[in-house]
């Protein structure tokens, strides 16, 4: 075993044994995107990227029955109060499901 992949290892084990998992890993980038854009390294233009990088992600792992307008509606409006500081990162619970509506929408300008 190479010693790389033993320090990943290791950061993993402490990263595990501290309780890091998505959600803390989550938070831990959204305070980044606020602090860098509160220091104008990052632009509004840039927050919206990533916002919408994100919400693709969460659009294209939901199931079909419940990836429709309304549902990213609901997801882009979470992640503005989240990254504006307003909202706790929760469950996903809140949002809103329903039934395919056949509206696909896909993120322009991420990447």
Known sequence: MG?????????????TNVGMRAQATAVGMLQICI??????????AAIERIKC???CD????????VANAEYRRDIKARL?????G???IGSADALAFGTNTGDD???QGHA
Request: with cysteine; proline share 2%.
């Open 86 to 88: 307003e909202e706790k």
């Open 105 to 107: 929408q896909t993120c």
């Open 3 to 15: 010693i790389h992949l033993d320090k990943e290892k290791k950061l993993h084990f402490d990263l």
């Open 80 to 84: 503005d109060k989240l990254f504006a």
């Open 53 to 55: 990088a994100i919400a």
């Open 58 to 65: 969460i659009e294209v792992s939901a199931p079909r029955s």
């Open 35 to 44: 602090e860098l854009r509160r220091a104008g390294v990052l632009d509004d």
